[in-house]
């Protein structure tokens, strides 16, 4: 006894079926290169050397 894969191969050899082939193939994904940021970078981005304002008495913004 066949198997179903084998009936199948036959019967495309038979009948000369053609496959479709796949027109929205998946195009591979690239790779990102990672960043490396410097600890300077890093505290700028976070706003550490930033001026801080906050409410203070009255409701007026004052630097801290």
Not at 21 to 45: D, Q
Not at 49 to 55: D, L, S, T
């Amino acid at each position: 006894m066949r198997t179903i894969q084998q009936q199948l191969q036959n019967w495309v050899k038979v009948n000369k079926f053609m496959q479709r082939s796949n027109k929205h193939k998946k195009e591979p994904k690239t790779k990102r290169l990672k960043e490396s940021f410097t600890e300077r970078e890093l505290r700028e981005l976070m706003g550490v050397n930033r001026p801080v304002y906050r409410r203070s008495k009255g409701g007026a913004f004052r630097q801290r």
